[in-house]
């Protein structure tokens, strides 16, 4: 391998400027030139890139964000954009890519890594924690930082005040964001996807919970079916006008901020990783951490097999009994 492409693709996550520069340093390390793709797959598209070396990468580990721009790009979906996409690669004689996004980026890399034989290896990279062969995606653990430090002023607030609070975290298919800061937060009750849970089994739950508790927190994940927090504020605060209800959306505050030490380490070991998979010959994978080693999964593995543990009986069962 000569040369490596690098880009960032999706919602970005705090960690994510850390890992564009393992992939840089590594593959300098190397001896291997690195080519960062600006906007994601419509920098591959577009030939919009530039050339990165040791100092285009200093003083970014510490950065959200990503500096090299990230999109959700409609045309690498169509057979034109991805043929666009190769040829503008083989010009630049770049030979291998590493792409750093959540599932949409990986579908993408799957289908262009079998159309083109061409050698792609991901870096997890999205705040939801959504992926397969991987404990822990880049971003999952600053995202879930910067909720607790809001819920927990929210707190402060809603205890003064006796109030009932919604809390609404994102993660449009997934609770897992919900799941751990709920947990970190102390929260009465979460709302997640996975775990079907209604307004009548939170109104259960909080009769049930401790009554000398002034303040009660719920955390709603984004993409629960009930549909999203300021519903469930409203059937809550309709059946029990006693509770005094308070909602509160989060949104895009999760996807910012530095990257707590966590994300930078692992995005820094995963980033080395993706460089050295690619040299010893993986390709269509994703780099990620079980178990504290370094693993490649298959992306279709990745996207479509959510680690069962990570939202299993026992995460809901600390809840309910912590809150009790
Ligand atoms: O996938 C990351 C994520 O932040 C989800 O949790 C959320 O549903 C979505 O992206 C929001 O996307 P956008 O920033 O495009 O609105």
Not at 123 to 142: E, H, R, V
Not at 164 to 184: P, W
Not at 241 to 266: A, F, N
Not at 276 to 300: C, H, K, W, Y
Request: charged share 25%; proline share 2%; aromatic share 6%.
């Amino acid at each position: 391998i000569k040369n490596i492409g690098v880009l960032t693709s999706g919602g970005d996550s705090p960690g994510m400027n850390a890992a564009i520069r393992a992939v840089v340093r590594a593959s300098i390390y190397y001896d291997i030139e690195v080519t960062g793709f600006i906007r994601g797959y419509e920098g591959l598209i577009n030939n919009d890139f530039i050339p990165m070396d040791r100092k285009s990468v200093a003083n970014i580990i510490q950065r959200g964000g990503t500096v090299l721009k990230t999109a959700r790009s409609e045309a690498f979906r169509t057979v034109e954009g991805r043929k666009k996409a190769y040829e503008n690669l083989k010009a630049q004689n770049i030979d291998a890519l590493v792409v750093i996004g959540g599932d949409g980026t990986f579908t993408g890399a799957n289908i262009f890594s079998k159309e083109f034989d061409f050698p792609i290896v991901g870096l997890p990279g999205t705040i939801d924690n959504d992926l397969a062969g991987t404990d822990f995606t880049i971003g999952y653990d600053s995202a879930i930082n910067t909720v607790i430090d809001a819920v927990d002023r929210i707190r402060d607030t809603a205890e003064s005040h006796d109030r009932l609070f919604i809390v609404e975290v994102m993660g449009r298919d997934s609770g897992l964001i919900a799941l751990r800061s709920g947990i970190g937060v102390g929260a009465e009750a979460i709302m997640i996807p996975e775990a079907n849970m209604n307004a009548d089994d939170i109104l259960h739950k909080l009769e049930h919970s401790r009554k000398d508790k002034a303040s009660k927190i719920i955390i709603v994940a984004e993409g629960d079916d009930t549909g999203g927090a300021f519903k469930v504020g409203e059937i809550l605060q309709e059946k029990y006008p006693h509770y005094d209800t308070k909602v509160s959306v989060l949104g895009h505050i999760q996807r910012g901020g530095k990257p707590t030490c966590m994300d930078r380490v692992l995005a820094s070991r995963l980033g080395v990783a993706a460089v050295e998979g690619l040299i010893s010959g993986e390709s269509g994978v994703m780099a990620g951490q079980v178990n504290r080693e370094i693993i490649f999964t298959p992306f279709d593995h990745a996207i479509k097999h959510i680690n069962a543990e990570k939202v299993s009986a026992k995460w809901l069962k600390l809840i309910d009994i912590l809150s009790f």
